[in-house]
Nanobody
Framework: QVQLVESGGGLVQAGGSLRLSCVAS????????MAWYRQAPGKERELVAMTISDGGARYGDSVKGRFTISRDNVKNTVYLQMTSLNPEDTAVYYC???????????????WGQGTQVTVSS
């Protein structure tokens, strides 16, 4: 069974920084795309950043230049370094990963339980 567990959320003042981590564990053969999404109250879940297995990255327009996604393929971990945070970044942040548990099955999209990030003004 595969699990994604996020950590690093919390309360921070505007202009501050946080680093989120997400560790994938369980019976894992390989991990493809890993990503961070967020969902604010009353809003749809949106893509924050994603990284493919070779390290290439893509960002949502609202976080470009402020957030950086990275991954450690040995540790099966994806990180999100967030800087210059503002109250509009307040949301639950979710980790997502496409994981193969065997050589022959297609990748399955797994999600973490989410971690709350609150930015005060």
């Amino acid at each position: 069974q595969v699990q994604l567990v996020e950590s690093g959320g919390g309360l921070v003042q505007a202009g501050g920084s946080l680093r989120l981590s997400c560790v994938a564990s369980g019976s894992i053969f390989s991990i493809g795309t890993m990503a961070w999404y967020r969902q604010a109250p009353g809003k749809e879940r949106e893509l924050v950043a994603m990284t493919i297995s070779d390290g290439g990255a893509r960002y949502g327009d609202s976080v470009k230049g402020r957030f950086t996604i990275s991954r450690d393929n040995v540790k099966n971990t994806v990180y999100l370094q967030m800087t210059s945070l503002n109250p509009e970044d307040t949301a639950v942040y979710y980790c997502s990963a496409f994981i193969r548990v065997t050589t022959w099955n297609t990748p399955t999209n797994y999600w973490g339980q989410g971690t709350q990030v609150t930015v005060s003004s």
